[in-house]
């Protein structure tokens, strides 16, 4: 087991750049599955989520390599059809393959993920879409079994804007003959990207970034070169680990404008936001104790539940009385326990969370429930006195480039350490 120790008392100042984004290029890679041949993708973070689901592809009888920030893609003609527990099990992403391996090869068993540290999470909009489109679709001993010889179009209307329902019948929808329409689609940066890729294979998409896409099937698609969206998560984790640091970073090769409540909310706690040039990121100033803000999760364009985490610590060192509301994950609160153990003064009633600032936390042994709760102790232990161990720092892995290296480039008093399983204290 590996934890990261840090000691509390230094802000976090200097300048990170932002690779691609985690949340779309994990989807970019399961839509290469549609087109023989090879695939590349460019500005791809090297984060072990990457690494897992490469090896997804792998074991569907692809080549995958990385050089630097480029990941290639090598199809064959007839990709496999099975994703096994084992891989679905450590990254939820993986059932992406879903509805492309449906729709090229017309039949696919996906272990079934369950749910995991935020909350329970359903396949229940995929399967009814995939229906929809007329596939016959199982759940036997532990995976989801789809078949269909071939997809048809149809109007699908989502009961919650599901980025990962939008994704997989959009990637279904793209070889299926006829018209579908997914209504109260899902409108993230990420589900933008995927259809900019499908666009230059060759989908005819339209709608993208709204909440109703219309896709007109097509035969074949072919692969092609594409450069990954920026990551707006880990963009804004730097952008609020600079306010509860009182900090100074330039983030590069952010988009502010997939970020717009977010650097609202920053600004509204007192924090000095410098947008630079297109493409070129921003910069977040914080010198006085941020102000209490209170923050709504929702659907984008609101408040990402990612960065539910990153809400929660700001509010607990800032001046006030926050509320924060999570709307999209039931169980996304699980990481509070940990800041309680930090010393935040927070009670949660149902999704709300009320949250009294204090000056400093208190650091202790704290435990990553998930990438974002994770990296966000990590930042919340650097506002706290004396030192506080975050265990299981695989999470952080999962999403975070070089997260040690950049975050000792800012003048975090860190290190990276290996202990026995035995010597934690939970
Ligand atoms: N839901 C259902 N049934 C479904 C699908 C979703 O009830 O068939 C519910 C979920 O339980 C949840 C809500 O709908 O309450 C939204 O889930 P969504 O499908 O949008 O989430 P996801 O696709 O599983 C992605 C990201 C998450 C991010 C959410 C919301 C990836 C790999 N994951 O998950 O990212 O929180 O969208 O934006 O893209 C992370 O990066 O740390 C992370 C958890």
């Not at 802000?11 to 590349?40: C, D, I, Q, Y």
């Not at 990637?171 to 329409?181: F, I, P, Q, S």
């Not at 706290?384 to 997260?403: K, L, M, N, Q």
Request: net charge negative; proline share 5%; with cysteine.
């Amino acid at each position: 087991m590996e934890l990261f120790r840090v000691t509390g008392g230094t802000p976090l100042v200097g300048e990170v750049s932002v690779a691609g984004a985690k949340n779309s290029v994990l989807k970019l890679m399961a839509a290469a599955l549609l087109a023989e041949g090879r695939t590349v993708l460019s500005n791809t973070p090297r984060i072990l989520d990457v690494t897992i689901m490469s090896e997804v592809l792998r074991r569907l009888g692809c080549d995958v390599s990385i050089e630097a920030d480029v990941l290639t893609i090598d199809v064959p003609s007839e990709p496999g059809t099975e994703a096994d527990y084992d891989l679905v099990r450590r990254m939820r992403a993986s059932i992406n393959v879903l509805g492309p391996l449906l729709a090229r090869r017309g039949e696919v068993r996906v272990a079934h993920p369950g749910g995991d540290a935020i909350g329970s999470r359903g396949l229940d909009y995929h399967i009814a879409g995939l229906k929809r489109m007329g596939a016959e679709i199982t759940s036997e001993h532990g995976f989801v079994i789809a078949r269909a010889d071939r997809l048809h179009g149809a109007t699908i209307w989502l009961d919650f804007p599901s980025v990962g329902a939008t994704e997989n019948l959009l990637m279904a929808a793209v070889l299926a003959k006829g018209t579908t329409v997914i209504d109260n689609a899902a409108r993230e940066p990420d589900i933008v990207d995927i259809c900019s890729l499908l666009v230059s294979m060759g989908a005819k998409i339209t709608g993208a970034g709204t909440s109703t896409l219309e896709i007109e099937g097509v035969d074949s698609l072919r692969p092609v070169a594409h450069r990954v969206v920026p990551d707006r998560i880990v963009s804004g984790t730097w952008a609020f680990a600079a306010a509860i640091t009182r900090g100074d970073i330039t983030i590069r090769g952010a988009e502010p404008t997939h970020m717009e409540i977010a650097l609202d909310k920053l600004h509204s706690c007192g924090a000095d936001i410098h947008l630079l040039g297109p493409g070129e990121g921003f910069r977040v100033r914080m010198s006085e104790r941020p102000k209490a803000v209170d923050v709504v999760t929702l659907p984008y364009p609101g408040f990402a539940t990612d960065m539910l985490p990153m809400a929660i610590t700001l509010a607990a060192v800032a001046d006030g009385p926050s509320m924060v509301t999570e709307n999209v994950f039931d169980a996304r609160f699980m990481f509070i326990n940990e800041m309680l153990r930090l010393g935040a003064d927070v009670r949660t009633d149902g999704h709300h969370a009320v949250v009294r600032g204090k000056e400093w936390l208190s650091g202790a042994p704290v435990k990553a429930t998930d990438i974002r709760a994770g990296v966000m102790l990590v930042i919340a232990g650097l506002r706290a006195d004396g030192v506080t161990e975050v265990s299981d720092a695989y999470h952080i892995d999962r999403g975070y480039p070089d997260f040690l290296a950049q975050m000792k480039g800012l003048g975090a008093d860190i290190e990276r350490i290996a202990v026995p399983d035995d010597a934690l204290p939970f």
